[in-house]
DNA sequence: CTGATTAGC
DNA sequence: GCTAATCAG
């Protein structure tokens, strides 16, 4: 065997392990992989976001988080979408998961069988139906908070729809959502899931030119109110949670935007 | 859209 | 335990 053929039969064996590598691999332990930092996302997603409070952020195709074991549940789900992410093609709704690539362990979902609450996604489903994969992707229990049913289906499910509003309008918008974690919190289940007294969403708008941000903080009730009297500053949550939102925004511009409580440039008809 | 619950295998 | 059908805000 030549020099040559030895060279290109070596180059084949380590491409093979790459590729087959990833191929064996299920979805869970791909996600394993990228929150361990080994393997990189190259979209835009992974520029905006937040700082991690607990140092678990776990990546799965549709969305990324961060997981509060003492709270058994995310701090934050941020996700993308993009106006392209828009479908009204209709999925069977599946079970809820426990998210094996938390490595302390997810909540069980029956945590929140007869507990009252709803399992009240944080990345909706409704945000990821261009696929049957990505749309059951989000019933993992990762991604769900306790939510009162009154609550879920009303004032959060029209911000939720706001925000599908705003990725067409402005062709995409980057979305974290999560509930405010404190301490001395209500409990559910065995696994003492909180409860929620108040929910946050933040949206940042880069792609029609200028760099916007809005956020909305809301109590953990049902209300009549219309959605921008639930806007704050994104500096208002950041010292509710302790969480650094946009730490990879250029400095001047971050403070700027998040000090301001201001909703102009989000259409609200 | 957001969800839960019941009946049946 | 899982699935389909049904119901509710």
Redesign the pocket.
Known sequence: MNKHTLYTISALIIILGVYGYDYFLNENEKAEIVSEGTSIKKDTNEYFLPTSTTNQVIHHNGYSLSYSEPHEQAEWVAYELKKSHLS?????????EIDNTVKTGAANW?N???S???????C????R?YNKSAHDETFLTSN?SP?K??F???I??KL??KVRYWASKYDGVFVITGGILTKNMKTIGDEAVSVPNQFYKILIDNNTGKTKMIAFLMPHK?SNKPLYRFVVSVDTIEKLTGIDFFPELDDVIENKLEASSSYKGWSFD
Not at 124 to 127: I, T
Request: glycine share 10%.
């Open positions: 009204n093609t209709n999925h069977k709704r599946p079970y809820f029956r929140y069988r007869n009252g609450y709803d399992r009240g996604h944080l909706p489903a409704g945000d139906r769900i939510q049913h009154d879920n289906s009303g959060w499910n939720e729809q049902e």
